[in-house]
């Protein structure tokens, strides 16, 4: 008898092994965005409450001027002027609140919070008219 060769075949593995390389590669591209935006997130988040501090210790000074005008006193940086005391609590670089108060009854006229920054116009912006 003749003995037959049988030829083995090595599974086909090539197809399966690039979905899975890619499917890894997808998942870490996925890690990485979320990675990011996260961080992202927390920077966002350390600012904001930043800013909500500094608001907040601003308006606590304004309260205490107001408290130590109706006592009495005049703090410096207090304005008056036709009997409406004006000043400012500076909040950040860009920002600060603004107050009026009418010294006859102790009325708040204004108690804002506004920004410091000078705005300029900016005519560099060229825009299409229609024609050629």
Same mark, same amino acid.
Do not use: H
């Given at each position: 008898?003749?003995?037959? &060769? !049988?030829? %083995?075949?090595?599974?086909?593995?090539?197809?399966?092994?690039?979905?899975?390389?890619?499917?890894?590669?997808?998942?870490?591209?996925?890690? $990485?965005?979320?990675?990011?935006?996260?961080?992202?997130?927390?920077? $966002?988040?350390?600012?904001?409450? @930043?800013?909500?501090?500094?608001?907040?210790?601003?308006?606590?000074?304004?309260?205490?001027?107001?408290?130590?005008?109706?006592?009495? !006193?005049?703090?410096?940086? =207090? @304005?008056? !002027?036709?009997?409406?005391?004006?000043?400012?609590?500076?909040?950040?670089?860009? !920002?600060?609140?603004? =107050? &009026? %108060?009418?010294?006859?009854?102790?009325? =708040?006229?204004?108690? @804002?919070?506004?920004?410091?920054?000078?705005?300029?116009?900016?005519?560099?912006?060229?825009?299409?008219?229609?024609?050629?």
């Amino acid at each position: 008898m003749a003995k037959t &060769e !049988q030829k %083995v075949q090595a599974p086909m593995v090539g197809g399966s092994s690039l979905l899975v390389i890619f499917a890894v590669l997808c998942l870490t591209v996925f890690a $990485l965005l979320g990675f990011s935006t996260v961080q992202a997130d927390r920077r $966002l988040e350390q600012v904001s409450v @930043q800013a909500v501090e500094d608001y907040y210790a601003a308006d606590a000074q304004a309260e205490k001027i107001l408290a130590q005008l109706r006592s009495g !006193q005049m703090p410096e940086g =207090v @304005q008056l !002027q036709d009997g409406i005391y004006s000043y400012r609590c500076k909040i950040s670089d860009t !920002q600060e609140i603004q =107050v &009026e %108060v009418r010294a006859a009854d102790w009325d =708040v006229l204004s108690w @804002q919070s506004v920004s410091t920054t000078n705005w300029t116009e900016s005519d560099s912006l060229q825009v299409w008219d229609g024609e050629s």
